[in-house]
């Protein structure tokens, strides 16, 4: 359809940069996974031996590439959360886990960045997590890296440092749920397509920034994230 069709001109599409490429990916939709690493689950309060995994959403439009995240508005405690960024160009529903790789495009590093105090509001109060985590600019992301040139990492560190500190250390091996499961139960409660996103969840460590931080995130064999607190 032409802009003619519109009342106004349609929002651009996010449009991820690909690491080495001229050429972008399009993003569809953003889901994250809720307390996919053991330690991280215990430090905020939950037991997680076998605990399903849960899901919530972020929105394609907060996610930047600029290396910048501005502190949001209506929030004192915003906290960082490194994440495994796995994006899909295939989808489908209810994808078995034996063929859940064959639909990632490729992976990046990025950060689940959370209004903590907002968060805690919601757990109290029985509310859904949007305010927490779907504000502007929340979820600052790398270049992708193709799978077809890393492969699909299991294993490797996932850190972040907060001007030369470490805050947050694990391994992918650590996550619950793996990438090939997350993607098997994702697509049992939605019709996943090419251009889904998935965060895959964080480590321990989670913790507040402030203006003027430098945050440096690493996931061995898929790349590093650079981002100022402004
Ligand atoms: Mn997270």
């Not at 990492?153 to 650590?174: K, M, S, W, Y």
């Not at 939605?190 to 440096?216: C, K, N, Q, S, Y």
Request: negative net charge; contains cysteine; aromatic residues 8%.
């Amino acid at each position: 359809m032409g802009s003619d069709h519109f009342v106004f001109s349609p929002a651009p599409l996010t449009a991820w940069p690909i690491e080495g490429e001229d050429r972008f990916f399009p993003v569809r939709r953003v889901y994250c996974v809720g307390r996919n690493y053991a330690d991280h689950a215990r430090e905020m309060g939950h037991d997680p031996d076998r605990e399903p995994p849960f899901f919530f959403q972020k929105n394609p439009q907060n996610l930047t590439f600029d290396g910048r995240f501005a502190y949001p508005v209506a929030t004192g405690d915003v906290h960082h959360e490194v994440e495994l960024a796995v994006a899909l160009s295939k989808g489908g529903e209810a994808i078995a886990a034996e063929n859940a790789l064959d639909c990632v495009f490729g992976y990046a590093v990025a950060l689940d960045m959370t209004r903590r105090d907002r968060q805690a509001e919601a757990k109290k109060a029985s509310r859904p997590w949007e305010i927490a985590k779907a504000f502007e600019g929340s979820a600052p992301a790398a270049a992708l890296v193709p799978a077809s040139r890393i492969g699909h990492p299991g294993n490797g560190a996932i850190t972040l440092d907060v001007n030369g500190a470490r805050r947050q250390e694990g391994d992918l091996n650590q996550m619950i749920w793996p990438v090939a499961d997350v993607i098997a139960c994702l697509s049992g409660l939605f019709t996943l397509a090419p251009g889904d996103v998935i965060l895959t969840g964080t480590p321990a460590g989670v913790g507040a920034v402030e203006r003027g931080d430098r945050l440096e995130a690493a996931i061995e064999g898929v790349g590093r994230l650079s981002v100022s607190v402004v």
